[in-house]
Each structure stands twice: as C-alpha cells, then as structure tokens.
Nanobody, 124 residues
Framework: QVQLVESGGGLVQAGGSLRLSCAAS????????MGWFRQAPGKEREFVAA???????YYADSVKGRFTAPRDTAKNTVYLQMNSLKPEDTAVYYC??????????????????WGQGTQVTVSS
C-alpha cells in the first residue's frame, strides 16, 4: 500500500553535507509520519528524525542542530539534509512511513513501510 524509494547516500568528508531523499506513494503526507533511522554495523537501528502531520519535526539529540528533515508534499518526498557530518554518522540510513498519527515517533516497530536503505560514510 505504501512504497518508499530512497536515494542520495554516498561518501563525504567530515564537516561536509549530504542530502538524502525518500519518495513515498500510497498515502498523503498528512495521514502518516515520515521518519529517518540509521543502523551502524553491530548496532541496533536508531531514530534520527521525523516529520508528522502539521509539519511537527523531531530529532535525535545526536543530530539536533545539524540535520533537518524538510518535506515536499507536492512531490510526496521527505529529505534528510545532513550538515556538519561526523564520522560517527556513518551508517545505513532508512526512511520509514507511519500510517496514522498515533504511533510513537521514535520507535521503528511503529512504522509500517521502509525504504531499502542507503549507505552514508563520513571520513575524517
């Protein structure tokens, strides 16, 4: 019902910027949240950022002030703009969709559809 297509991963030097995108179909942006998660080797998947209906945004403490998650409703696309990147940001990044407004924003098990993941590598 909901399909997500990601793009934008790559290699960047510390202090640089990268922009990920996730195109969604099947539901309007006002009917579900769009979130970003990341997973490093040997680590559990962790919350990064999300935007809910009404454009309420949420960010993990580790990325607050550096990352933003702008949403383009006309294109059914959410972005993850990553600035001031650090080596510890290296991970596979996933976008995810939540069908309704009542799920917990930060919990990956409360999201209903996932993108394929894209590798982000930050070098010193």
């Amino acid at each position: 019902q909901v399909q997500l297509v990601e793009s934008g991963g790559g290699l960047v030097q510390a202090g640089g910027s990268l922009r990920l995108s996730c195109a969604a179909s099947g539901r309007t942006f006002s009917s579900y949240a769009m979130g970003w998660f990341r997973q490093a080797p040997g680590k559990e998947r962790e919350f990064v950022a999300a935007v809910r209906s009404g454009d309420n945004t949420y960010y993990a403490d580790s990325v607050k002030g550096r990352f933003t998650a702008p949403r383009d409703t006309a294109k059914n696309t959410v972005y993850l703009q990553m600035n001031s990147l650090k080596p510890e940001d290296t991970a596979v990044y996933y976008c995810a969709a939540q069908l309704g407004p009542y799920g917990v924003t930060y919990r990956p098990d409360h999201y209903d559809a996932w993108g394929q993941g894209t590798q982000v590598t930050v070098s010193s």
